[in-house]
């Protein structure tokens, strides 16, 4: 089945730096989409994208759509504090299964302030 | 505009229990769709519901089952439950199949 590799699995850093994260996959995706996720709560939508070679900011986050559309990255300017939690990718897949969201394994953010 | 609603909040039950969680979908969203997230992982895709007909299974067994209602809100039943189950349920509703996923804050299974 579809899986999407996201990287790095943690990050450590201090507040005020800029922070990138990656998916990959081995499949074309329809859509890619990024969550954030605070413990035991649900995944809030942070930037969706929906064509090959989109970059969409919100605020301080920009995310690209890869032109091969086997790839996105997430970037996150000058943190702050309240940006620490587990960031996803997911994507819609191509062809039959395009109506269910595949996620990768997150990312965890700690900001030191 | 009212969003993505989950009861209960927190369910403990024993193995061979079943149990049924629910989800009220986002206004105007006719579709919801079922996802486990276990603890450290990902969330995982159960299963679709598109006005009322299920739309789309994931790798679950049969034990696992759902409902929609005329209004678009959600059930999602586990039969036997196994310690496994252990998990966040989270429900997603959204305007189309296709269309992108707005989650309910969850529901915590502890399964003893």
């Known amino acids: 089945g579809q899986q999407l590799n996201q990287s790095p699995q943690s990050m450590f850093i201090q507040e005020g730096e800029d922070v990138s994260m990656n998916c990959t996959s081995s499949?074309?995706?329809?859509?890619w989409l990024w969550y954030k996720q605070d413990p035991g709560e649900g995944p809030v939508l942070l930037i969706a994208l929906y064509k090959a070679g989109e970059l969409t900011s919100n605020g301080r986050l920009t995310a690209q759509f890869g032109i091969t559309r086997k790839d996105s990255f997430l970037n996150i300017s000058a943190s702050i504090p309240s940006d620490v939690g587990i960031y996803f990718c997911a994507g819609h897949g191509s062809g039959g299964s395009n109506y269910k969201l595949t996620f990768g394994k997150g990312t965890l953010l700690t900001v030191n302030p | 505009e009212t969003g993505v609603t989950q009861s209960p909040t927190h369910l403990i039950k024993t193995r061979g229990q079943q149990v049924t969680l629910r989800c009220s979908s986002q206004s105007g969203h006719n579709t919801v769709s079922w996802y486990q997230q276990a603890l450290g992982q990902g969330p995982q895709f159960i299963f679709q519901?598109?006005?009322?007909?299920?739309?789309g299974r994931g790798n679950f067994p049969p034990r696992f089952s759902g409902l929609q209602f005329p209004n678009y809100s959600s059930e999602l039943n586990v039969n036997a439950l196994e310690l496994d189950d252990s998990a966040l349920y989270l429900c997603?509703?959204?305007?189309?199949?296709?269309?992108?996923?707005?989650f309910g804050p969850g529901t915590r299974l502890t399964v003893l």
């Open positions: 997603a509703s959204s305007l189309t199949p296709t269309d992108t996923q707005y």
């Open positions: 519901y598109y006005r009322e007909e299920e739309n």
């Open positions: 499949s074309i995706f329809n859509t």
